[in-house]
């Protein structure tokens, strides 16, 4: 677990900086910095509107006394890529992006759902129900 952090906190930076210093060479630091903050916009729409289509379906699955568990995933997941699109970085953003496009956010669900069934199955992950 400490290597991961590491990882997530040393390289991840190192990544994001490489990144924005060859993107401000190539286009130049204003028109970066402007990039930056439309894709920034551009995920917060993107978040918002996806967000409220989320919650909308919630509500939907629970008027019909359904437990609306796929759609608290999906929620997590755009939050999650809302998160990352807020983190100022070209990497970040990319990865952000990709939390929130609902075709590779299928993919990140399904990768999550049999991450899970490890967890259950193996024992590290307990349910108790009261």
Known sequence: MLFRL???????????LYLLIRVGRLIGALPTVAL???????????????????????????????????????????LVG????????????????????PATRTIIKQFLGLWLQKKLASGQVIIRRH
């Open 6 to 16: 590491f990882l997530i906190f040393s390289v991840v930076p190192v990544i994001e």
């Open 36 to 78: 930056l903050l439309l894709i920034s916009f551009a995920g917060a729409w993107l978040v918002r509107h996806q967000g409220f289509a989320i919650l909308r379906t919630i509500q939907s699955e629970l008027a019909a006394g359904r437990l609306p568990a796929a759609s608290i995933l999906d929620g997590a997941v755009v």
């Open 82 to 101: 809302g998160i990352l699109l807020l983190t100022p970085g070209f990497f970040s953003d990319f990865l952000g992006l990709f939390f929130l496009i």
